[in-house]
């Protein structure tokens, strides 16, 4: 066992984050009010685009969005076998029916051209994931949209730092979600937001993250207290001003955190471009911005995986799998019949992946050391098969 760690995550919230969040909690009043409005103009700032609305989760978000369109019973919504399960169970939740599609070998991502094999007469919409922090093809997913007259709602839980042909995310689809959940780029431990087009649909979310009641709890207890109506069936996902404090001044230094990722992809490239038993998912090209949320790389089919995390993690690295394919997971194959070979690329890529650690925090010598630690384990594994 050896005595170096090297966590699988760890977060950035700094000194001034936390001082924003105590005078939160010294005030009186703790949930959805002036900072998560703070946090939403900040985030529709840096995209450059759009209205923001802070919810509870990106889970939530893309719960909502797909509501928002009426999706529902009867209709189908296509989506990637290669992503978290969270993609999948929105669907679920607003009670339509998950398309699941392969992905593309090189770069895991959802390809336009595949999603429209899977078009029927109940398609309603489509959810392709910018998975990594690599956006997919939005200027493709938009034509096929208008095309065949459907919704394109982007998770981007991996990708709000991303473009793609000048695209970010939520310019061309009707919705983008993201995720704050505590691993993720910008992070609050739990939280979620989605950016849209129009001040209408925006009230619509601010009214259906909380219950579908006309006022928020800050309208309504500033001032004199006023009746208030619940006009719309609702869900409870509105962001707290806590969790607004955490989050909004890691706007601002989300590019400098975003370079760092860059630079730690490239070192890990370098050290990894010959390694023997490893092949690595292909880079970003140019011209195009990844978040480089994720750094994944793929063992060799006839290598353990299992053997290979076991044996990281016995060397004080951490280490995940994003992801399983969706359709492997237990309860996908059982309510929906799924059988791995259904969809083989993501099955494949979901048997091979090993996430290394990927944060800004992360320094070069640890990158050295992860990067000879899996090239010995990798090597010496190949040699006994
Ligand atoms: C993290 C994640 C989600 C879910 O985000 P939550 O905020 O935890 O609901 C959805 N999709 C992808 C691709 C994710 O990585």
């Known amino acids: 066992m050896s005595e170096k760690k090297v966590e699988y995550f760890r977060h950035n919230l700094n000194d001034d984050d936390i001082a924003l969040t105590t005078d939160v909690l010294r005030s009186v009043f703790l949930t959805t009010g002036p900072k998560v409005a703070a946090f939403e103009l900040r985030l529709a700032e840096y995209l450059g685009h759009g209205h923001v609305v802070g919810l509870t989760s990106c889970t939530a978000a893309l719960h909502l969005a797909l509501l928002r369109y009426g999706i529902g019973p009867g209709d189908e919504v296509i989506t990637t076998a290669m992503t978290f399960c969270a993609t999948a169970t929105a669907i679920i939740q ?31 919409a489509i959810i392709p994931v910018h998975l990594y922090g690599r956006m997919v093809d939005m200027r493709g997913f938009a034509e096929l949209a208008q095309r065949h007259n459907l919704i ?35 992070t609050c431990g739990e939280g979620g937001a989605l950016v849209c087009h129009t001040e209408e649909d925006a009230t619509w979310y601010r009214s259906a993250r909380h219950h579908g009641i006309s006022k928020n709890a800050a309208s309504r207890y500033t001032g004199t207290y006023q009746h208030w109506d619940m006009e719309m069936m609702g869900w409870k996902y509105n962001m707290d001003d806590i969790q607004a404090a955490l989050l909004v001044n890691q706007i601002d230094r989300i590019d400098t955190y975003r370079s760092r990722r860059q630079a730690i992809e490239e070192r890990y490239r370098n050290l990894l471009a010959n390694a023997k038993g490893i092949t ?13 949320h994720l750094f994944t790389v793929l063992l060799h089919p006839n290598i353990s995986r299992d053997h290979v995390l076991l044996q990281l993690q016995e060397n004080g690295i951490g280490c995940a799998v994003n992801y399983r394919a969706v359709h492997t997971l237990k309860y996908f194959k059982e309510t929906f019949g799924f059988k ?6 993501a099955n494949d890529i979901g048997n091979r992946t090993i996430s290394l650690p990927l944060y800004p925090k992360l320094l070069d010598n640890e990158i050295d050391y992860i990067a000879s630690v899996l090239c010995e384990i990798a090597d010496e594994a190949l040699s006994v098969i």
């Open 280 to 292: 690595l998912v292909e880079p970003v090209k140019d011209l195009e911005i990844s978040s480089h």
């Open 340 to 345: 791995a070979e259904n969809f083989p690329v």
């Open 152 to 186: 394109i709602i982007e998770d981007a839980a991996h990708c709000i730092e991303g473009q793609r042909d000048g695209i970010r995310p939520g310019q061309l689809g009707h919705a983008a979600c993201f995720s704050f959940y505590a691993t993720k780029n910008i």
């Open 94 to 124: 607003a009670g339509a029916t998950p398309i699941l599609v392969d992905v593309c070998p090189q770069s895991a991502l959802l390809r336009p051209e595949d999603a429209e094999k899977a078009i029927t007469p109940k398609t309603k």
